[in-house]
């Protein structure tokens, strides 16, 4: 049987770091209640993330070239969904094309047999895929797949979605763009958890080329991990002023139970000691913890995932990409890796890899 591997990752963020502008900003939504405003402030300095990035400039004055934060989000009177789609329409694309472009495709971007895209944070139609084939000069006959509102845990299911074409098709050479921008659905409240929710996510987008070249990650096996009695945990759903997401505080518990029951199951029977690489998506400090403790792993085991929530915090589907794309540019052949990514569901969607020798 044909195996896929990814070849190479690209990722791109927008340009402004919105971090320090959001603690701010949801330090003024809390200024009426001043427990919930000091807890808020221990979380900041507990979260782990420095920077987030967005297309919304926080400059104190608006510029030319970026749509102003402050116009956009005006207390009182937040943007309808219509507008933070139209905002997506705008500069979604511009991401997209950048991250591609990084990946330094040359005349080998007219040999892209398939496309696949996953964002749960902005759709339009004719969209991004039809964007990036005028924008990335890919062939108008490549065939295009779009997977939307899955979440954070979508890049494993088009990484999944993407090994399947190799193998029956081994000549195809597959395009897998995670895109999303996360900070455009902000929502005017003075719900702590709701609060702490927006203190995690920002923008990004990764793309990555896989093909069956004996180049990169060799992809081994894909598992769904479905925890029980936990769809409420992680919600996420389309309402008249943006996209609303529930992200309960029992999330790390229930990922810290549910891994540790079903690791032999996730590694297919591998000890935990035999995996060199572990991508864990970084959906914030307390989950890698909770997958820290699960697995017994040590500290230096998530490095590249902490690092990943440091400089860019959560965002998405893209995130694990951003992760595997440290450990693509550094590993070892023969290297045995496990990535898993959590969303709504709750599901772990976990892979099994290895660097090719």
């Known amino acids: 049987m044909t195996e896929a591997y990814i070849n190479r990752i690209a990722t791109a963020v927008p340009p402004h770091d919105v971090h320090r502008a959001f603690v701010a900003f949801g330090h003024s939504l809390l200024e009426a209640n001043q427990r919930k405003a000091i807890l808020f402030g221990r979380m900041v300095e507990r979260a782990g993330i420095e920077r987030r990035f967005s297309h919304l400039d926080v400059s104190p004055v608006p510029n030319s070239h970026s749509p102003w934060a402050y116009d956009f989000y005006v207390r009182g009177r937040f943007p309808s969904t219509g507008a933070r789609m139209k905002l997506f329409e705008a500069h979604a694309p511009e991401l997209a094309a950048a991250a591609v472009e990084k990946l330094a495709l040359g005349s080998g971007r007219a040999r892209v047999t398939h496309l696949v895209i996953t964002c749960c944070t902005g759709f339009s139609a004719p969209g991004l895929d039809l964007e990036l084939v005028a924008r990335c000069g890919l062939p108008g006959s490549v065939e295009r797949t779009m997977v939307g509102f899955m979440g954070c845990y979508a890049a494993i299911n088009g990484l999944k979605l993407a090994r399947h074409i190799v193998r029956s098709e081994p000549a195809a ?3 897998l763009l995670n895109l ?32 069956a070249e004996p180049v990169g990650f060799a992809m ?62 970084p959906g914030g400090r307390s989950v890698l913890d909770a997958v820290e403790r699960a697995l017994e792993l040590k500290p230096a085991a998530l490095f590249q995932s902490r690092e990943i929530l440091r400089r860019f915090g959560n965002m998405s589907s893209a995130t694990v990409m951003f992760v595997l794309e440290s450990m693509l540019a550094d590993h070892a052949p023969g290297a045995r890796g496990c990535a898993m990514s959590f969303g709504p569901g709750l599901i772990a969607e976990t892979m099994l890899f290895h660097g090719a020798n």
């Open 173 to 175: 050479r597959v395009l």
């Open 180 to 211: 999303e921008l996360c900070s455009l659905h902000l929502q005017e409240t003075d719900d702590l958890d709701a609060i702490l929710s927006f203190l995690i996510f920002g923008d990004g987008c990764a793309a990555a080329l896989v093909t």
């Open 220 to 281: 081994d096996s894909f598992r769904a991990l479905l925890v029980p009695e936990s769809r409420e945990l992680i919600t996420w759903a389309i309402g008249d002023n943006g996209f609303n997401m529930v992200l309960s505080g029992q999330v790390p518990a229930a990922i810290l139970d549910a891994i540790r029951a079903q690791s032999a199951d996730i590694l297919k029977g591998a000890p935990i000691p035999a995996i060199d690489l572990w991508a864990v998506h």
